[in-house]
């Protein structure tokens, strides 16, 4: 039996009944529901982006 994992939206897409997902949102949805979104860069695994460090803008003043 296949589980499901939290996914989180990072682009909103429709999720039924004219509903729209929001960034941010968490999501659990079985693999198969997932692949095609994920290819896309509409969401990612929580776990995933809890793992990835928070890359920092630097900004540098020209003389």
């Known amino acids: 039996m ?3 994992q939290t996914y989180t939206v990072l682009t909103p ?3 039924g009944a004219g509903h729209w997902s929001t960034v ?3 999501l659990e949805l079985l693999d198969v ?3 095609a979104l ?3 860069g509409r969401l ?5 982006l ?3 460090p928070a890359k920092k803008a630097t900004t540098q003043k020209a003389d």
Do not use: D, K, M, Y
Not at 44 to 48: F, P, R
């Open 13 to 15: 897409f429709p999720i």
């Open 50 to 52: 809890n793992a990835t």
């Open 24 to 26: 941010g949102q968490e």
């Open 2 to 4: 296949s589980t499901r």
């Open 33 to 35: 529901e997932a692949s």
């Open 44 to 48: 990612e695994l929580t776990s995933v």
């Open 38 to 40: 994920r290819t896309a």
